[in-house]
């Protein structure tokens, strides 16, 4: 009997062993991870994910067509055991990846592998929309001409009546145009005239897909237009407006009609370029001529078409572009702009500042805000070797546009001096005139004012005050007077004298 209780207990005591094996403890903590991941839906560009995990937390879905690039993400929820997200694709016929984020309340973030998945040709269930409503572009006392646009290529019906109920209607159709920016126009023809008409338009996509307007309105005029074509509002008028500059010239003008338009432009007696509209008649019309010589006389003429089918065409227009400055800029409200041949934005390889290279100087933006207040583009800056930029001296001279005082940079300091006089400007061997560069006040002023200032191996400092200089008597005395900390900028003894010596600092 003892002998089957000791073989019992050990039976026991061994089948309690392997069940303690085989279930966790309770104390024993399990690891965040994700249970599944699923595609759930693939309609048209709509792509589906579902996942799950073990415990709550909140998701994201990436995708991306190229393998570990995921441009493309959405949130899925927030702390939850089962996930779904759905995303857009952008383009059809492309092989995606896409991948899941899980972050539970922890802040433990676990990544799922990447999945691949192939999109063939998308279902096209979205109704077109109107980028432009449709809206009556010109009309006389027999004729209207209405004009659209949608955001992609629609075909269009439009039903009009002399009731506001559109009964007795008649209809005219018209295509959108793809090198029209999809827009539309047609024209209805043997209107009475001063007569309100109502219309509404429908409009359908190549996948059939449609969208209609409400009913809208126009009214006919009493008389037939038959002024000719003029031109109105003509800018610029003179060579000292803001239009030209020293390599462009913006003209703007409006129609007394609706009409497209063509710039013909070039220097004088020379051949012309020509600049064309696109899309349909308009009555207002901007062009720009870029890339000019800087002060030579250019001609231009206009040649418009309206809606009508008349031509108008001006004489040529003579103007001359400005003579450009070395660096400036051009005032605009709140908008200093540097003038576009005279610069070039460059940055190393390896380097952060951005610089302009004017006349064959380097000049350093100082910070992104003065690179924005001059109108400056991030596209626009070119990365070039140390080396090259090497080749570039730091420019040193400058001036603002409303001011004539020419300031020497110390640019290892920060700091900044004015040349109070042309002697003092030509004392300095290295100094042109044709070195100068114009900035902005904002720019200028990020240099502090140099204030203690000596001649190269003279022992002497002074202290700068207004145009005045005044020796310090020793280094106890900069200690004293708390200088020690400023930097000394090494000046010529023709610009030491041009300040009147006041008491010396003890």
Same mark, same amino acid.
């Given at each position: 009997?003892?002998?089957?209780?000791?073989?019992?207990?050990?039976? @026991?005591? $061994?089948? $309690?062993?392997?069940?303690?094996?085989?279930?966790?403890?309770?104390?024993?903590?399990?690891?965040?991870?994700?249970?599944?991941?699923?595609? =759930?839906?693939?309609? &048209?560009?709509?792509?589906? $994910?579902?996942?799950?995990?073990?415990?709550?937390?909140?998701?994201?879905?990436?995708?991306?067509?190229?393998?570990?690039? @995921?441009?493309?993400?959405?949130?899925?929820?927030?702390?939850?055991?089962?996930?779904?997200?759905?995303?857009?694709?952008? =383009?059809?016929?492309?092989?995606?990846?896409?991948?899941?984020?899980?972050?539970?309340?922890?802040?433990?973030?676990?990544?799922?592998?990447?999945?691949?998945?192939?999109?063939? =040709? @998308?279902?096209?269930?979205?109704?077109?929309?109107?980028?432009?409503?449709?809206?009556?572009?010109?009309?006389?006392?027999?004729?209207?001409?209405?004009?659209?646009?949608?955001?992609?290529?629609?075909?269009?019906?439009?039903?009009?009546?002399?009731?506001?109920?559109?009964?007795?209607? *008649? #209809?005219?159709?018209?295509?959108?145009?793809?090198?029209?920016?999809?827009?539309? /126009?047609?024209?209805?023809?043997?209107?009475?005239?001063?007569?309100?008409?109502?219309?509404?338009?429908?409009?359908?996509?190549?996948?059939?897909?449609?969208?209609?307007?409400?009913?809208?309105?126009?009214?006919?005029?009493?008389?037939?237009?038959?002024?000719?074509? /003029?031109?109105?509002?003509?800018?610029? %008028?003179?060579?000292?407006?803001?239009?030209?500059?020293? #390599?462009?010239?913006?003209?703007?003008?409006?129609?007394?009609?609706?009409?497209?338009?063509? @710039?013909?432009?070039? +220097?004088?007696? *020379?051949?012309?370029?020509?600049?064309?509209?696109?899309?349909?008649?308009?009555?207002?019309? #901007?062009?720009?001529?870029?890339?000019?010589?800087? &002060?030579?006389?250019?001609?231009?003429?206009?040649?418009?078409?309206?809606?009508?089918?008349?031509?108008?065409?001006? +004489?040529?227009?003579?103007?001359?572009?400005?003579?450009?400055?070395?660096?400036?800029?051009?005032?605009?409200?709140?908008?200093?702009?540097?003038?576009?041949?005279?610069?070039?934005?460059?940055?190393?390889?390896?380097?952060?500042?951005?610089?302009?290279?004017? &006349?064959?100087?380097?000049?350093?933006?100082?910070?992104?805000?003065?690179?924005?207040?001059?109108?400056?583009?991030?596209?626009?800056?070119?990365? $070039?070797?140390?080396?090259?930029?090497? =080749?570039?001296?730091?420019?040193?001279?400058?001036?603002?546009?409303?001011?004539?005082?020419?300031?020497?940079?110390?640019?290892?300091?920060?700091?900044?001096?004015?040349? %109070?006089?042309?002697?003092?400007?030509?004392?300095?061997?290295?100094?042109?005139?044709? !070195?100068?560069?114009?900035?902005?006040?904002?720019?200028?002023?990020?240099?502090?004012?140099?204030?203690?200032?000596?001649?190269?191996? !003279?022992?002497?400092?002074?202290?700068?005050? &207004?145009?005045? *200089?005044?020796?310090?008597?020793?280094?106890?005395?900069?200690?004293?007077?708390?200088?020690?900390?400023?930097?000394?900028?090494?000046?010529?003894? !023709?610009?030491?004298?041009?300040?009147?010596?006041?008491?010396?600092? +003890?």
């Amino acid at each position: 009997m003892k002998y089957k209780t000791i073989q019992f207990t050990l039976t @026991f005591l $061994i089948i $309690i062993a392997l069940v303690w094996q085989v279930v966790p403890s309770a104390a024993q903590a399990v690891d965040f991870e994700i249970k599944s991941v699923q595609m =759930k839906e693939l309609v &048209n560009d709509k792509l589906t $994910i579902a996942w799950s995990t073990n415990e709550p937390a909140q998701g994201w879905l990436m995708v991306g067509n190229e393998l570990n690039q @995921f441009p493309l993400s959405v949130h899925a929820n927030t702390f939850e055991n089962y996930h779904e997200a759905t995303i857009s694709l952008p =383009k059809e016929k492309t092989t995606y990846q896409y991948k899941v984020i899980a972050e539970n309340q922890a802040g433990e973030r676990i990544i799922s592998f990447a999945f691949s998945i192939k999109v063939d =040709k @998308f279902t096209d269930t979205k109704n077109p929309e109107f980028v432009a409503v449709p809206s009556l572009l010109y009309s006389d006392n027999t004729r209207a001409y209405i004009i659209w646009q949608t955001n992609e290529h629609t075909k269009g019906v439009l039903t009009y009546s002399p009731y506001a109920d559109l009964s007795q209607s *008649k #209809t005219v159709t018209g295509s959108t145009e793809k090198n029209k920016n999809y827009q539309a /126009r047609v024209q209805i023809n043997k209107l009475l005239a001063n007569t309100t008409y109502y219309y509404e338009l429908t409009i359908s996509d190549d996948a059939k897909n449609t969208s209609q307007t409400a009913i809208l309105n126009f009214t006919t005029k009493s008389e037939v237009d038959s002024q000719p074509l /003029r031109f109105l509002n003509l800018i610029p %008028l003179s060579n000292n407006d803001s239009h030209i500059t020293d #390599t462009k010239i913006h003209s703007s003008w409006t129609t007394s009609r609706p009409a497209i338009c063509e @710039f013909f432009y070039g +220097e004088k007696n *020379k051949g012309k370029k020509k600049i064309a509209e696109t899309g349909f008649e308009i009555w207002d019309h #901007t062009f720009t001529a870029e890339g000019l010589l800087p &002060n030579t006389e250019y001609q231009y003429t206009i040649s418009c078409r309206d809606v009508l089918g008349q031509k108008q065409t001006t +004489e040529n227009i003579l103007f001359r572009t400005r003579t450009p400055l070395v660096l400036g800029y051009e005032y605009q409200p709140g908008v200093q702009k540097f003038y576009g041949q005279n610069y070039q934005l460059v940055k190393s390889v390896s380097g952060k500042t951005v610089y302009a290279i004017v &006349n064959k100087q380097k000049y350093a933006i100082k910070s992104p805000k003065i690179f924005t207040q001059y109108g400056f583009s991030w596209s626009e800056i070119k990365t $070039i070797s140390q080396k090259e930029l090497d =080749k570039y001296p730091d420019a040193k001279l400058v001036k603002t546009p409303d001011s004539p005082a020419v300031y020497f940079l110390y640019h290892s300091i920060k700091r900044k001096k004015v040349l %109070l006089t042309e002697n003092v400007f030509k004392s300095y061997r290295n100094n042109a005139f044709n !070195k100068v560069i114009t900035v902005s006040s904002d720019d200028l002023n990020a240099y502090n004012d140099i204030v203690l200032v000596k001649e190269e191996n !003279k022992p002497t400092i002074y202290l700068l005050q &207004n145009a005045t *200089k005044r020796p310090i008597a020793n280094m106890t005395a900069l200690k004293n007077n708390g200088l020690s900390d400023q930097p000394i900028g090494i000046v010529s003894q !023709k610009d030491l004298e041009a300040y009147q010596t006041a008491t010396t600092i +003890e």
